[in-house]
């Protein structure tokens, strides 16, 4: 295999273990999980593993400068943990399919946010892409009231936070960091929080069944996965091949959320959910 296929295969691969996150929290949820205790779980996990390969590195160390660790506390907070508890609670509203693809409207609040705080400015694929998300999320609701507004809100606020996630750390300077090393801390600060948040609305939960513990570390391990595969394919075929191949991810979950989780899905899903990817690859393909 030629290095371009590995960066595309990796690309997917990310992509198909992002969008059968939703499947695994569903499970997680009917083992005795609930959201903020699936979140808190899919951070704590994975740092032992995360901490054995940067002492492995006998380039790379723990230190990092206070400058650096206020950065990581905001992003990993606002950004890190709140966008994977968001998108968790609004499974609980919406499709997972669904919300999926509406958090996957990122990428243009991504280009908003740049707009408005950086004096970046617009071009006709950008606006037109703006007006698609908008169109597409609004075919989401078909006006019987099946679809929970709340949801949706939860849905939004994750691809938001993770827009914000995006931009701070290209302008913050902390993608320069080792990988490994700046999710390890990420990871801690969101497993912080997590705890902190699931104690004050007292919804910290140890009882799950086997099922659902084995189902925690298996989710955890993967996004782990994800994440070092979504860098790979960043670094050999760039940020733009790789945010089209990244559509997988709301197409795996959609596909997923019929197949097994019996979820609906209509010609006003459908249309909305294409209308959202198109606005992503003419974003992905036309944005320098």
Not at 148 to 159: K, R, T, V
Request: aromatic share 14%; net charge positive; charged share 10%.
């Amino acid at each position: 295999m030629n290095t371009k296929l590995k960066g595309i295969f990796s690309v997917m691969i990310s992509a198909i273990i992002f969008g059968s996150m939703p499947l695994m929290a569903k499970i997680v949820f009917n083992e005795g999980g609930n959201p903020t205790s699936l979140a808190f779980y899919r951070f704590l996990l994975i740092i032992p593993f995360l901490y054995i390969l940067i002492k492995r590195n006998k380039e790379e160390t723990l230190k990092i400068t206070k400058e650096e660790f206020k950065k990581i506390i905001l992003v990993g907070t606002i950004g890190y943990g709140a966008t994977a508890l968001l998108l968790y609670l609004s499974y609980n509203y919406i499709p997972s399919g669904m919300a999926t693809t509406i958090h996957f409207v990122y990428p243009v609040f991504v280009i908003l946010g740049c707009i408005l705080f950086f004096k970046e400015k617009p071009n006709i694929i950008k606006i037109i892409s703006v007006i698609l998300c908008v169109l597409g999320v609004l075919m989401f609701y078909d006006g019987n009231g099946n679809i929970n507004f709340m949801g949706i809100f939860l849905a939004f606020a994750s691809s938001i936070t993770f827009a914000f996630y995006t931009i701070y750390l290209d302008k913050s300077g902390l993608k320069e960091m080792n990988t490994v090393k700046l999710t390890f801390y990420l990871c801690s600060i969101a497993a912080v929080m997590m705890f902190i948040f699931s104690i004050i609305t007292k919804t910290f939960t140890i009882h799950m069944n086997p099922l659902g513990w084995l189902m925690s570390l298996f989710l955890s391990l993967s996004v782990g996965l994800g994440v070092n595969l979504f860098q790979i394919g960043i670094k050999i075929v760039g940020p733009q091949s790789t945010s089209i191949l990244s559509t997988f991810e709301p197409i795996t979950s959609v596909i997923i959320g019929v197949l097994i989780l019996n979820e609906s899905f209509g010609i006003r899903t459908f249309i909305g959910i294409g209308a959202i990817l198109i606005a992503v690859i003419l974003i992905s393909i036309f944005d320098k």
